[in-house]
């Protein structure tokens, strides 16, 4: 009977280092995983308000007195990120008015390139008529 109790504890300790290594592991990848999130919220904060920028300055070229979109597709950096602004006009008359409606659009990428950990692209979308 003495040699069978002899045994017990070292399965016993084994069995217990794999656990707590399982665990150990687990809330490692878990803690990565936070972080990684975090920093893809702010970086998605961050491209949406380049993305804005590119739209207000977008917005601030076709107002008057311009007449006409800037060039069909701009390209600007803010914030470390490439904002790609593009705009399109379309003028309707309107009973005696002549209007002009301003497709305008921006799109800020930025953190690499597609498909990696970082990589980050907003869009916004507005309409300005005059």
Do not use: H
């Not at 280092?17 to 990684?36: E, N, R």
């Not at 701009?74 to 006009?89: D, H, Q, W």
Request: glycine share 10%; hydrophobic share 45%.
């Amino acid at each position: 009977m003495p040699y069978l109790q002899r045994g017990f504890a070292i399965v016993s300790a084994i069995f217990l280092l794999v656990i707590l290594s399982l665990l150990g592991a687990y809330m490692l990848s878990t803690s990565s995983s936070q972080q990684i999130g975090s920093a893809q919220d702010v970086m998605g904060a961050r491209a949406y308000w380049a993305a804005k920028g590119g739209l207000q300055w977008a917005i601030t070229r076709v107002q008057p007195p311009a007449t006409a979109c800037p060039a069909a597709t701009t390209t600007l950096t803010l914030n470390g990120f490439t904002v790609t602004v593009s705009c399109t006009a379309n003028t309707y008359t309107e009973g005696v008015d002549n209007k002009t409606i301003y497709w305008l659009g921006a799109t800020a990428v930025g953190g690499g390139a597609v498909g990696s950990v970082g990589y980050t692209e907003r869009s916004l979308n507005a309409f300005v008529e005059f």
